[in-house]
């Protein structure tokens, strides 16, 4: 369609088209034609009363001083969609790497923190050469800026995000009077929040938000559930499977019962022995021990340890008790008398009172 002159009276033909455009636009929003005008003429009527406010006059124009073309420096909106294949890439070939990540808590989940330097230090690094052969998705990296390009795939596809060192108790209004009871610190485990600068420094910390691929995950809660419904439709099973499961569950029973009444024995028969010898005898020492299953039994029988246990209180007095005997053994094999205080040191060893004038 087009638009009539400035000056001009529309035809019959633009103004009908107009109608149907109206009525076309007013459908879209859901109202009618005459309500889509009257909206049309209040967002005209505000755009007038703006431009009244900010001081043009009508008739004079605003004078404007050219200073050339301006830059403007436009932000990388963060995507949240599906991640960008290449970004997936970097995020795999970077988390395969040796990144020294450390573990952090971010929202109350431990997540995995590892610094930009590294992360830099391995996109540039031959293995990432040797990686871009197999995987075309993963971007080209030659100097320092194709690096950094390449690493910020990772926060626009929401893969690893910048974080900081975050007071976990920042924002909880404490009663007052009473102790503020501190969680237990892990040393070297941060609490961090999420920046909105996602800038790309060498010293900034960026968190794991992705964490490859789930098959074992999935493959594990398969298995579980497979044996859930297995339980769940044993009556169905076959008779002789289930005869099977009957005696592995009574073979099971009987090896727990026995260990039960192999414990009350050995400690009948340990009580029974300390009646009649010093020291007590064990069936199997070793049955409650941290070893082996067959280091367990093995071996049959032994008599009770004697543990002596020497206070730290007697062996420091034992301790000192020989060294003053060694003093005085070497005093009279040598012949020799101590060394007497001399008038100096006498004189030191007396307290003293000065004076000190007041101010």
């Known amino acids: 369609m087009q638009a009539p002159s400035p000056g001009q009276m529309p035809t019959p033909q633009q103004i009908a088209a107009m109608q149907a455009q109206l009525a076309l636009e007013a459908k879209k929003r859901g109202i009618s034609v005459q309500a889509y005008v ?3 003429k209040a967002q005209a009527m505000q755009q007038r009363a703006a431009q ?4 043009s006059i009508p008739g004079i124009q605003p004078h404007t001083h050219d200073h050339g073309p301006q830059q403007v420096q436009q932000q990388v909106p963060i995507n949240p969609g599906p991640p960008n294949p290449s970004a997936i890439a970097v995020a795999a070939f970077l988390r395969s790497q040796d990144l020294k990540s ?6 109350g989940q431990r997540k995995d923190m590892f610094k930009v330097k590294r992360a830099l230090r391995s996109l540039q690094s031959p293995a990432y050469a040797a990686a871009r052969k197999k995987t075309p998705d993963l971007p080209a990296v030659t100097d320092d800026a194709s690096a950094e390009t390449a690493f910020k795939l990772l926060p626009l596809s929401l893969l690893a995000l910048r974080v900081s060192k975050a007071d976990p108790h920042e924002g909880h209004a404490h ?8 969680p237990k610190k892990v040393k070297g485990l941060w609490t961090v929040k999420i920046e909105q600068q996602q800038d790309v420094s060498a010293d900034l910390h960026y968190v794991w938000l992705y964490e490859g691929p789930q098959w074992k995950t999935k493959l594990y809660a398969l298995a579980a559930i497979s044996i859930i419904l297995a339980l769940v439709l044993f009556p169905l099973w076959p008779m002789k499977l289930r005869l099977g499961v009957w005696y592995l569950s009574m073979g099971m029973l009987f090896l727990v019962v026995a260990f039960l009444a192999m414990a ?3 400690l009948i028969l340990f009580v029974c022995s300390l009646g009649v010898c010093e020291r007590g005898l064990w069936l199997y020492p070793n049955l409650f021990e941290d070893v082996g299953f067959f280091d367990s ?6 008599w009770q340890e004697e543990k002596t246990k020497k206070s730290k209180k007697a062996g420091k007095k034992s301790t000192s008790s020989k060294s003053d005997k060694n003093s005085h053994t070497t005093a009279a094999s040598s012949g020799t008398a101590p060394p007497a205080r001399t008038a ?5 060893m007396k307290p003293r009172i000065e004076e000190v004038e007041d101010e």
């Open 52 to 55: 009244q406010a900010g001081g």
């Open 175 to 182: 009663a007052a009077g009473q102790a503020e009871k501190k």
């Open 264 to 266: 009350v024995v050995r």
């Open 102 to 107: 450390r573990s952090c808590i971010l929202n």
């Open 344 to 348: 100096l040191s006498a004189r030191d």
């Open 38 to 40: 009257e909206q049309l």
């Open 297 to 302: 039994f093995r071996p049959v029988w032994g």
